[in-house]
């Protein structure tokens, strides 16, 4: 939370290319659990 909150203050986070998150590694999306339908799963 600390590196967040400096990283707004000094103007790190806005200078960031939005793209650069689709480079972090991460676990496919099976699903999406919601208030109105439950648990949507991808095919």
Request: no cysteine.
């Amino acid at each position: 939370m600390t590196s967040l909150l400096l990283g707004m203050a000094s103007g790190k986070v806005e200078q960031m290319n939005p793209e650069s998150w689709e480079q972090i590694p991460h676990q496919p999306v099976r699903g999406y659990n919601t208030d109105y339908a439950g648990n949507i799963i991808n095919p």
